[in-house]
């Protein structure tokens, strides 16, 4: 079993920056893909990024690519989200997720919200116009 725990959001105004970190507990934390997820009010949670087990494969929700960047560092237990030139619509709680890969092996990444097994308690973006 792993916990997440989020850190790094608030309020930031449009253009800016902002980097999201997701610490995890336990000692098998490169035995999961990672992915981060968003929920603006109202709306379901939707997928933002993804990041295999050994980092080697990334992948991005449409509406971030170019923008946002995934990575982990399996020494700290952390994986990291990078936003830059936020918009206002990226506003919502963003979740760190991690998906149980030990039998999936070091190339393999998730995109579903079914697919992942535990989640952070989520942080709070708020991009201002």
């Known amino acids: 079993q792993v916990q997440l725990v989020e850190s790094g959001g608030g309020l930031v105004q449009a253009g800016g920056s902002l980097r999201l970190s997701c610490a995890a507990s336990?000692?098998?934390?490169?035995?999961?893909?990672m992915g981060w997820f968003r929920q603006a009010p109202g709306k379901e949670r939707e997928f933002v990024a993804a990041?295999?087990?050994?980092?080697?494969?990334?992948y991005y929700a449409d509406s971030v690519k170019g923008r946002f960047t995934i990575s982990r560092d399996n020494a700290k237990n952390t994986v990291y989200l990078q936003m830059n030139s936020l918009k206002p619509e990226d506003t919502a709680v963003y979740f760190c997720?991690?998906?149980?890969?030990?039998?999936?092996?070091?190339?393999?990444?998730?995109?579903?919200?079914?697919?992942?097994?535990?989640w952070g308690q989520g942080t709070q973006v708020t991009v201002s116009s």
């Open positions: 997720a991690a998906s149980d890969a030990s039998e999936r092996g070091s190339w393999y990444y998730a995109t579903g919200v079914q697919q992942y097994h535990y």
């Open positions: 990041i295999s087990r050994n980092s080697g494969r990334t």
């Open positions: 336990g000692r098998t934390f490169s035995t999961y893909a």
